[in-house]
């Protein structure tokens, strides 16, 4: 599989085998996509620890593979629910899926 990432420089950053960090992006992606879709149903429902816990898990990942922009947009979305601070889940999560989306090749 092909990412819009420069792996070859993650590996390095992290000290890991590019093998190793196409692995963890590959699961970064799959892990992504639920904590997306949990993160879906919980604005929809206006779940504010739903989405609290969907953007946790979210920038934890991103944030441990050096994915600092999907990170800094989890992360706002995570405090924003944990003060329970009006702002546009909606597009910000739009945001998020599109840049986590973005990665695929």
């Known amino acids: 599989m092909i990412y819009n ?3 070859e420089a993650m590996a390095s950053e992290l000290d ?3 093998e190793d960090v196409e692995m963890l992006v590959e699961s970064f992606l799959e892990t992504a ?3 997306l879709e949990d993160m879906k149903i919980a604005i929809e ?5 739903g989405i609290f816990q969907s953007a946790h898990a979210i920038k934890g990942i991103s944030a441990n593979l050096t994915l600092n922009h999907i990170s800094n947009i989890a992360k706002e979305i995570e405090m924003s629910a944990r003060t329970s601070e009006s702002i546009d889940f909606i597009s910000k999560y739009q945001e998020l899926s599109s840049v986590i989306k973005s990665i695929e090749g």
């Open 5 to 7: 990432l420069d792996l």
């Open 16 to 18: 890991f085998d590019l």
């Open 33 to 35: 996509d639920e904590s």
């Open 45 to 49: 429902s206006n779940d504010m620890d």
